[in-house]
């Protein structure tokens, strides 16, 4: 038998469902963080070396395969992380009383920062006011974002205090 766990250890998990709803959180994380990384980090820089019309005829290819792809993962993400998130209903209850609590419920609200993000994206691009700085700087957010939320889904299970 393991040492009973010390306070502010996050609490086991009862159910035999949380491990295939943490490979589905994990690949969908990958999937969008990738994703996010791609556009911000390697396109960016692509797109000085490339000739502004081929580079909007390449925004447009990956445009029109992420509007096909990214809501699905976005759905396998956050509808993983919910059912995972109802497993720690009563940590998140009272965040502040542990420091795997309070991780969590920042993560949480990074996360639906992210999708209020994601929602505006596709709002502006309905109205076609997603130009070019608008769609940049969400995406910039979004990825500090991102960055963030890895860095907590780490601490979480790491940091205590």
């Not at 009862?14 to 490979?23: C, E, F, S």
């Not at 990384?37 to 019309?53: A, D, K, S, T």
């Not at 005829?57 to 990956?62: A, C, F, R, S, Y």
């Not at 700087?137 to 299970?157: E, G, P, Q």
């Amino acid at each position: 038998m393991g040492a009973p766990p010390r306070s502010g250890d996050p609490p086991s998990m009862p159910t035999i469902a949380y491990p295939y709803l943490l490979v589905l959180h994990l690949f969908g994380a990958i999937a969008f963080a990738g994703t996010v990384f791609f556009e911000v980090v390697i396109l960016e820089g692509v797109r000085r070396h490339v000739p502004q019309r081929v580079m909007a005829l390449v925004e447009g290819g990956i445009g029109k395969r992420a509007r096909q792809v990214i809501p699905w993962v976005l759905l396998v993400l956050y509808g993983s992380g919910l059912s995972m998130a109802w497993h720690y209903r009563a940590v998140l209850a009272d965040p502040l009383a542990s420091s795997f609590g309070l991780m969590l419920a920042v993560k949480i609200a990074l996360a639906l920062s992210v999708f209020g993000h994601f929602l505006l994206a596709m709002a502006l691009r309905r109205r076609g006011r997603l130009v070019s700085n608008a769609f940049r700087r969400i995406h910039l957010s979004v990825f500090c974002h991102v960055a963030a939320i890895v860095l907590l889904a780490k601490a979480m299970f790491h940091l205590q205090w």
